[in-house]
Structures are given as C-alpha cells and as structure tokens.
Nanobody, 115 residues
Framework: QVHLWESGGGSVQAGGSLRLSCVASGSHLRVETMAWHRQAPGKGRELVAL??????RYADTVKGRFTISREDYSNAMFLQMNSLKPADPAVYYCYCRTFSGNDAWGQGTQVTVSS
C-alpha cells in the first residue's frame, strides 16, 4: 500500500511562485511514475505534470512555467511553479504508481493566486 504526503500549497499573487512537495511511503516501494494533477472548482481533474522513469511531460498550459522533479532515493517529487496565473488556482493532487501496479492519490493541497 502506498501513502502520499503533500505540502507546499498556499496563496500567492499573480506572477509569484510556489513549490509543492510530495513524498511516497510504503513497504518495498519502487516508484515508476509520479505526477501532479489539479482540479479547479466546477472542472474535472487534469494532468499538470508527470515524471516516469522514461518520460516527463507537462500540460500545455504550464509548459515553461512549471518544473517537475523527483528524488528517487527518497521517493519525493516536487513541482516548482513560477509565473503563476489567475488560471492556475486549484487543488493540486499528487499521484504515484509503482512498478507492481499499485497507485495512490494524495489528499490535495490548495493553490490560490490573487490578481
């Protein structure tokens, strides 16, 4: 079983930056993919950024502004969010999938951007 722990959300002015963190824990954990999704009020959950052992990808709306990174030795993942826009506020969720096929979602962390 995988557990995810998120931190780093908050409120920032447009143009500002935030850094989200997520740590995965579990027995004999071997993480294949970690990703950030977000869900704004009244909208579906969308992929923001993904980092697997062979691929890194971003939503078009965040390319050039957000950077995903991983520390595999600690099963940690980060999302550096720069130049935040009024369109970015949402609950951001961490996601993890292991090589054995187990996956999990974090509890979500709120990001608010004021103009």
């Amino acid at each position: 079983q995988v557990h995810l722990w998120e931190s780093g959300g908050g409120s920032v002015q447009a143009g500002g930056s935030l850094r989200l963190s997520c740590v995965a824990s579990g027995s004999h954990l071997r993480v294949e993919t970690m990703a950030w999704h977000r869900q704004a009020p009244g909208k579906g959950r969308e992929l923001v950024a993904l980092a697997s052992t062979s691929d890194t990808r971003y939503a078009d709306t965040v390319k050039g502004r957000f950077t995903i990174s991983r520390e595999d030795y600690s099963n940690a993942m980060f999302l550096q969010m720069n130049s935040l826009k009024p369109a970015d506020p949402a609950v951001y969720y961490c996601y993890c999938r292991t090589f054995s096929g187990n996956d999990a979602w974090g509890q979500g962390t709120q990001v608010t951007v004021s103009s």
